[in-house]
């Protein structure tokens, strides 16, 4: 392992759960829920949880839920993991407010997707970045996601940010891995991967870790891939990531993450309910089906 592994190890994990957030069929957030999936997480050596990020539905969630959430989680996990905010808008002043709420909150550190829908410049994105960087005393991971945001954060980008002695890493889910590797090369960030079809490949190029949605059902398995990885065991890591190839493609391919992770969760008893938050909908049955078949053939003994 290397020392900027180490140092990411140390600021946010490297197995990393993007959580989801349970709801009551009212939509309004279910206590109980969240209790029982991060008593999960954590018994499936979820190591860094992020909290209010894209699974966990951040567009409809207010800055009141936001806090909120990061507070019940902070108390949930009693420092047994690191507890990441998601606090990324559109809007940097209120960017710069949600990252000093989670500070106040107690998380541990900040993701920090780039600026959706307003569509800035490079500079742009680089002057709303180092705004929120510059509004706490914690570590931030910088979130690029253009199939989301409508851009995507330049190498140039990346490599100007990571200059700034709080913004640390970096979760791709860009999917380019010559751009990841050539920044991983010129930076000292440490690279996390964001989608989970590809969390092998990443790994194999040098990434620290993953920030995973399908890992709110599997952690376990993720620990065990970054483990086989690390070890030089690539024959291990080829057969954990196609054990995952049916979940992996009923969660992430079927329609949208979130509503997925929920489903599955739902249906293995840890959240209640798998309600979601217009304009997001719960899954047609042929996705059901898929994604139940999937789940059995995880829990099939090997």
């Given at each position: 392992?290397?020392?900027?592994?180490?140092?990411?190890?140390?600021?946010?994990?490297?197995?990393l759960?993007?959580?989801?957030?349970?709801?009551?069929?009212?939509?309004?957030?279910?206590?109980?829920?969240?209790?029982?999936?991060v008593?999960?997480?954590?018994?499936?050596?979820?190591?860094?949880?992020?909290?209010?990020?894209?699974?966990?539905?951040?567009?409809?969630?207010?800055?009141?839920?936001?806090?909120?959430?990061?507070?019940?989680?902070?108390?949930?996990?009693?420092?047994?993991?690191?507890?990441?905010?998601?606090?990324?808008?559109?809007?940097?002043?209120?960017?710069?407010?949600?990252?000093?709420?989670?500070?106040?909150?107690?998380?541990?550190?900040?993701?920090?997707?780039c600026?959706?829908?307003?569509?800035?410049?490079?500079?742009?994105?680089?002057?709303?970045?180092?705004?929120?960087?510059?509004?706490?005393?914690?570590?931030?991971?910088?979130?690029?996601?253009?199939?989301?945001?409508?851009?995507?954060?330049?190498?140039?980008?990346?490599?100007?940010?990571?200059?700034?002695?709080?913004?640390?890493?970096?979760?791709?889910?860009?999917?380019?891995?010559f751009?990841?590797?050539?920044?991983?090369?010129?930076?000292?960030?440490?690279?996390?991967?964001?989608?989970?079809?590809?969390?092998?490949?990443?790994?194999?190029?040098?990434?620290?870790?993953?920030?995973?949605?399908?890992?709110?059902?599997?952690?376990?398995?993720?620990?065990?891939?970054?483990?086989?990885v690390?070890?030089?065991?690539?024959?291990?890591?080829?057969?954990?990531?196609?054990?995952?190839l049916?979940?992996?493609?009923?969660?992430?391919?079927?329609?949208?993450?979130?509503?997925?992770?929920?489903?599955?969760?739902?249906?293995?008893?840890?959240?209640?309910?798998?309600t979601?938050?217009?304009?997001?909908?719960?899954?047609?049955?042929?996705?059901?089906?898929?994604?139940?078949?999937?789940?059995?053939?995880?829990?099939?003994?090997?």
């Amino acid at each position: 392992m290397t020392d900027q592994q180490r140092t990411a190890d140390r600021l946010f994990g490297s197995n990393l759960v993007a959580m989801a957030t349970p709801m009551q069929p009212d939509g309004r957030i279910s206590e109980p829920g969240l209790t029982n999936l991060v008593d999960h997480l954590l018994a499936s050596r979820c190591e860094g949880i992020v909290v209010g990020g894209t699974t966990g539905e951040s567009p409809t969630l207010t800055e009141a839920e936001s806090a909120r959430l990061v507070r019940t989680v902070v108390a949930l996990t009693r420092n047994r993991a690191r507890v990441i905010a998601g606090v990324g808008t559109y809007n940097t002043a209120e960017s710069v407010q949600r990252a000093r709420e989670a500070e106040a909150a107690g998380a541990d550190a900040l993701l920090l997707v780039c600026p959706y829908y307003s569509r800035p410049t490079q500079a742009g994105v680089v002057a709303h970045c180092v705004a929120v960087a510059d509004a706490t005393e914690l570590p931030v991971m910088l979130y690029d996601v253009p199939a989301r945001t409508g851009i995507a954060m330049e190498a140039a980008t990346l490599i100007e940010l990571s200059g700034h002695p709080r913004i640390r890493a970096v979760k791709d889910a860009k999917g380019d891995l010559f751009e990841a590797m050539s920044v991983m090369e010129r930076t000292s960030l440490a690279y996390y991967c964001g989608i989970d079809e590809l969390n092998l490949p990443y790994l194999a190029c040098g990434a620290t870790g993953v920030v995973s949605v399908v890992g709110n059902v599997v952690a376990d398995r993720n620990a065990q891939l970054i483990r086989a990885v690390r070890s030089g065991d690539l024959g291990s890591a080829k057969a954990i990531q196609a054990s995952l190839l049916p979940l992996t493609a009923a969660i992430m391919r079927t329609t949208q993450g979130a509503i997925m992770a929920k489903a599955a969760l739902a249906e293995l008893g840890i959240i209640p309910h798998p309600t979601v938050r217009g304009p997001l909908l719960e899954p047609l049955p042929p996705h059901l089906a898929q994604l139940t078949d999937a789940l059995a053939a995880i829990a099939a003994p090997a």
